[in-house]
């Protein structure tokens, strides 16, 4: 990737799993596409059908509370974790069973080359599409055999979950830009989501894009190798 001179972000998440005070196993993602697209240096278009959604920086819980260093009560922590079990569980339904966990004004941080979006509304109008493009939409929630979650657990008003892969489904219709395979593709994600009593009000999504689109038959880093 070729220097900018100029102020850049890169957004990333980690899971670390902690054996006698060492990490002993992590995951760890990084929004490569933000950067590039931030940077002018995405290879695929972007626009409507692509990625519609807002491409930037994203701020942090709005509730700036997203640190925690105190104990927290661990009924509130299975609260969450509860809800955001049942959410997953109603994704990909034809009545969008999912819609009712979050709350009306809900913010959706997706990868670069998905987009973040704002409201309920909006994000099902990713989501769904989202959803179709690939025969057998499932996840590890879903207990499919195929992907499994690492991680999920609720601490306080907060959950997350990781799966490598996380999801999995026959693509059967244009994505990122790419013709249908009809093969089998795999994601790698992550989620972070804030809660209010019973709505999901925040969402933040990793999701390696190079991996899914190497899998469609696409290299987004072409440049890189050599250098």
Known sequence: MKATD???????????????????????????????IACNQWPLAMGPGLSRGYTGLIQGPATRDGVITNVTDPAEGQRSYQIVTDMLAALATEDEAWRPYWHNNMMWYGPGAFGSFIGVDEFASFQVPFESQFDGWSGGSKGNGMTKHFTRFGEGNYTC?????SLTGINVKSFLGQNPTRERVFMRVSDWWRREDELLCENWVFVDVPHVLLQLGFDPLPHWKNE
């Open 161 to 165: 979950s990781g799966g490598w892969p």
């Open 6 to 36: 100029t102020l850049s972000y890169l957004r990333y998440g980690e899971f670390h799993l902690i054996e006698n005070g060492k990490a002993v196993e992590s995951y760890i993602y990084l929004d490569i596409p933000e950067l590039m």
